[in-house]
């Protein structure tokens, strides 16, 4: 049995390859090769058309399908049956209503909207307030509004600074800065109020009246003037706008110290903030001492308010200071229609 299938499978291995030989030989034949040829690129030619068939119906849009399902009916009218009654509309009573006015009436009248800002809980509180016995003084107002709101510099166990309405000051128990003024203050003591004056009102008149006259240095000094100078009288007048609309503001411009010759104040020492360039703009050189402006002297802490006061509508500004112990005076005009 092994024998005879042997012999069977060569029998088939012969005849396959006489097959293969003769189908190799009838291939190499040129018009046959070029027939298999020709018939080859059919082929592909056929395939690449439905390739490219496929692409370009993937990248059209699919059309919506003609038939769609019908919306569902929400909420759908019912129609009454045939015969029901049907109630009549009053149309009488829908006129009564007036829904656009009636005819021939007057317009309406608007009503004003009410104000709903919180009357100013300071208003009065200083009615009947006696003057404190805490250990403070008012050394200054920086500003004061209408409305009691501002800045005063207060000075307790010989330490300024500058406190703000509704701030607690350094003393035992409740002590809160509750109205600014213009000649004095209100403090909130444990819940009563009390003044605490900045100077008598004698005394206010008697500096504004006598100290321009008396401070007055001779005409000899050297003297600075920035009067006719458009750039300085601009400056000076945007420097003076934000002195009363943000005094803490010019910190930003100008520095200013004390100066104290034997524990008494002689005045005020500046020098440049962050634009150094519009300090010596307006004539200052660092180190300069102001000791009188416009004939006030700031010898006298007192004198703050009445320069605070005057300062709004002065039309120049004289500065007297010292320069490296050398006395001069330095004027720059607040005029800007008198420069043009």
Not at 83 to 98: K, L, S, T
Not at 152 to 179: C, F, M, N, R, W
């Amino acid at each position: 049995m092994p024998a005879q299938w042997l012999i069977q499978s060569s029998e088939v291995s012969g005849r396959v390859g006489a097959a293969l030989a003769s189908a190799f030989t009838a291939l190499a034949q040129p018009a046959r090769a070029r027939r298999l040829r020709l018939a080859l690129f059919a082929l592909l030619a056929l395939w690449a058309v439905l390739a490219l068939s496929k692409l370009v119906w993937a990248l059209l849009p699919v059309a919506e399908s003609a038939a769609q399902t019908p919306d569902s009916v929400i909420n759908a009218v019912s129609l009454s049956p045939a015969g029901a009654r049907v109630e009549p509309v009053d149309v009488n009573r829908m006129v009564a209503w007036h829904l656009f006015g009636r005819a021939g009436a007057p317009d309406a009248v608007v009503m004003e909207l009410e104000s709903t800002a919180t009357p100013n809980a300071r208003e009065g509180i200083e009615d009947g307030a006696r003057e404190t016995r805490l250990q403070l003084k008012l050394r200054g107002i920086v500003a004061s509004t209408q409305d009691g709101l501002g800045h005063a510099i207060i000075e307790h166990k010989s330490t300024q600074a500058i406190y703000a309405v509704e701030d607690k000051l350094p003393l035992s128990g409740k002590v809160v800065l509750a109205k600014v003024m213009p000649r004095q203050i209100v403090l909130d003591n444990g819940g009563t109020y009390e003044l605490l004056v900045l100077y008598d009102e004698s005394k206010l008149d008697a500096v504004g009246t006598s100290a321009p006259a008396a401070k007055r240095k001779p005409s000899d000094e050297p003297q600075v003037d920035k009067r006719s100078d458009a750039k300085t009288t601009n400056l000076a007048l945007s420097y003076r706008e934000r002195l009363y609309e943000n005094p803490q503001s010019l910190v930003e411009v100008v520095n200013v110290s004390a100066v104290r010759d034997g524990g008494t104040l002689s005045g005020y020492q500046v020098n440049p903030g962050k634009d150094r360039e519009q300090f010596e703009q307006l004539g200052f050189k660092p180190g300069d001492v102001v000791t009188t402006i416009n004939g006030v002297s700031l010898d006298n802490p007192a004198n703050t308010m009445v320069l605070y006061n005057a300062m709004r509508t002065a039309g120049e500004v004289v500065i007297e200071l010292e320069r490296q112990g050398q006395p001069m005076t330095l004027s720059v005009n607040l005029d800007s229609g008198a420069v043009q």
